[in-house]
C-alpha cells in the first residue's frame, strides 16, 4: 500500500498544481505519481503473460502522462499514440487470461453509444486532429467493451476489478478530450478526470497476480 499513499500525496500536489496551472507542478508531480503506479505493478512480481502486458500498458500510460505536459500538438499526438498503444496492451492483457469470454449485449450496446454520443459532440473542434481522435475512441471501445466481456456471467473480483479498472479509465480518456478540444473547460474537467485516472491505473497495477 505504500505506493497509493504515496500516491494520493503526490497526486494531491498534482492537483492542486493543476488548479493553479502551474506547469512546473506538472511536470515534478505527474512523472513521479505515474512512476508508482508502475513500482505498485511490480511489487506484485508478474510472471504471467497478463501481468507482463498490463505492465507495458502502465508504462506506456506513463510515457503519455509526459508527453502530454506541453501544450504543443506534435507532444500531444505522442501523448495519444503512447496511450493508444496502452490501451492496445491492455485489450491484449485481457485476451490473454484464463476467464471465458461473455457477451453482454447491452453493456455492448451502451459502450457503443457513449462512444458515439461523444465522438458527435467533439466533432465540431476536432479540426485536423479527427482522424487520429477516430482512432483512438475506436480503440478505447475496444478497451472497454473486452473488459466488460471478461468473466463468467457473475463477476469474479478480478474480473469485477479489471472492468471498473477500465470504467474509469474510459472517462477520464473523455474528460482529457474535453480539456484538450472544448474551448471554456475550466478546472473542474481536470479536477474529475485526475483522480478518476490514478484509481484506474493503480486497479489495473493491482490486477497484477490476481
Avoid at 505498485?40 to 497478463?50: H, S, T
Wanted: hydrophobic content about 60%.
Amino acid at each position: 500500500m505504500v505506493p497509493v499513499l504515496a500516491a494520493v500525496t503526490l497526486g494531491l500536489l498534482l492537483w492542486l498544481g493543476e488548479r493553479a496551472g502551474n506547469r512546473r507542478a506538472k511536470w515534478a508531480f505527474k512523472p513521479a505519481t505515474s512512476a508508482l503506479f508502475l513500482l505498485a505493478a511490480f511489487l506484485r512480481d508478474p510472471q504471467q503473460p497478463y501481468d507482463w502486458l498490463v505492465v507495458a500498458a502502465l508504462l506506456l500510460s506513463a510515457v503519455g502522462d509526459v508527453a502530454l505536459i506541453p501544450a504543443s500538438r506534435r507532444w500531444f499526438l505522442a501523448g495519444l499514440v503512447a496511450f493508444l498503444l496502452g490501451h492496445v496492451a491492455y485489450v491484449l492483457a485481457f485476451w490473454s487470461r484464463p476467464e471465458p469470454w461473455t457477451f453482454r449485449p447491452l453493456a455492448l450496446a451502451a459502450i457503443a453509444a457513449a462512444s458515439l454520443g461523444t465522438y458527435v459532440w467533439l466533432r465540431p473542434y476536432l479540426g485536423s486532429l479527427r482522424r487520429p481522435v477516430v482512432a483512438y475512441m475506436m480503440v478505447i471501445t475496444l478497451m472497454l467493451a473486452a473488459a466488460g466481456s471478461l468473466g463468467p456471467p457473475g463477476w469474479t473480483a478480478a474480473t469485477a476489478q479489471i472492468a471498473l479498472a477500465a470504467t474509469l479509465f474510459y472517462v477520464s480518456d473523455i474528460t482529457v478530450a474535453r480539456a484538450r478540444f472544448v474551448p471554456g473547460t475550466g478546472f473542474a474537467n481536470r479536477a474529475v478526470g485526475l483522480p478518476l485516472y490514478y484509481t484506474a491505473q493503480f486497479l489495473f497495477a493491482y490486477s497484477v497476480g490476481m
